[in-house]
C-alpha cells in the first residue's frame, strides 16, 4: 500500500531494509511504509500460496483492517510457512516495522512452524495478546483454541501471529484494534493513559 506523505515530526528514525537482514524472495522493495508514523508489515505463510496453487486471501483482509485503524501497510508478503517466515520477521524487525502480523501456519499439522520461528526472533513474550485472540474466535468457533499463534517484541518491533482463515483474521483485528495503537506507543516508550481527572 502507499504510504502518505508523513509529518517528518512524528515519524520515529527506522533503519530501513538491511542488507544484512535481507527479506526473503517477494520482499523486494519493501519498506514504503517505514516512512509513516506507524509502519506495519503482513506476512502470509502459506506453502500453497507462496506456490500460487491459489490466491493469499488473509493477507490482503489483514493489511485492510490494519490499515483501518492507522497503520500504513507493506505486504502482504507471501512466504512457504517456517524458515521463510523467520527470515521475514528478522528482516522485518532490522527495519524498524512497529508492528508485523503473520497470518497462517499456526495450527497443528506438521508444516504449521510459523509460532516456532516466531519463538527464535523474540526477545520476549507478550501472551495476553494471542490469550485474548482465542478468546475471541472461541465465542464462535470452537477450533479457535487449536491456534498456536504467539505474540512478543522483537527489538523494537510487536509481532502478532494470526490464524490462516478468514475468520481467525478477522478474530485478530478485533483484538489488535482495540489494544495495538497504544502496545506501539509503550514500546517507544510512552506511558499508561490516566482516566480523566486523574493527576498521578
Known amino acids: ?25 517477494g520482499g523486494e522493495g519493501l519498506g514504503e511504509a517505514l516512512l509513516a508514523p506507524y509502519a506495519a508489515l503482513v506476512v502470509t505463510a502459506s ?9 493469499d486471501t488473509g493477507g490482503p483482509l489483514l493489511a485492510e483492517g490494519l490499515a483501518s485503524i492507522g497503520f500504513t501497510v507493506d505486504g502482504p508478503l507471501v512466504v512457504p510457512d517456517g524458515d521463510p517466515v523467520g527470515q521475514a520477521l528478522r528482516a522485518g524487525a532490522a527495519a524498524g516495522y512497529d508492528v508485523i502480523v503473520t497470518t497462517g501456519g499456526t495450527g497443528l499439522s506438521p508444516t504449521d512452524r510459523t509460532p516456532e ?6 526477545d520476549y513474550d507478550v501472551p495476553g ?50 489494544i495495538l495503537r497504544h502496545a506501539v506507543d509503550q514500546i517507544r516508550g510512552g506511558d499508561h493513559p490516566r482516566p480523566a481527572g486523574s493527576t498521578s
Do not use: C, H, W
Open 129 to 178: 495478546i494471542p490469550e485474548a485472540i482465542r478468546a475471541e474466535g472461541l465465542a464462535k468457533v470452537p477450533t479457535a483454541a487449536l491456534s498456536r499463534g504467539l505474540a512478543g517484541v522483537a527489538g523494537a518491533t510487536l509481532i502478532v501471529n494470526l490464524p490462516g482463515s478468514a475468520g481467525g483474521v478477522r478474530d485478530g483485528l478485533a483484538v489488535l484494534e482495540r
Open 117 to 122: 520461528v516466531t519463538r527464535a526472533v523474540l
Open 1 to 25: 500500500m502507499t504510504a502518505p506523505q508523513p509529518d517528518s515530526a512524528n515519524v520515529p528514525r527506522r533503519p530501513g531494509p538491511q542488507d544484512a537482514n535481507p527479506f526473503p524472495a
Open 47 to 55: 506453502n500453497r500460496a507462496s506456490a500460487g496453487v491459489y490466491a
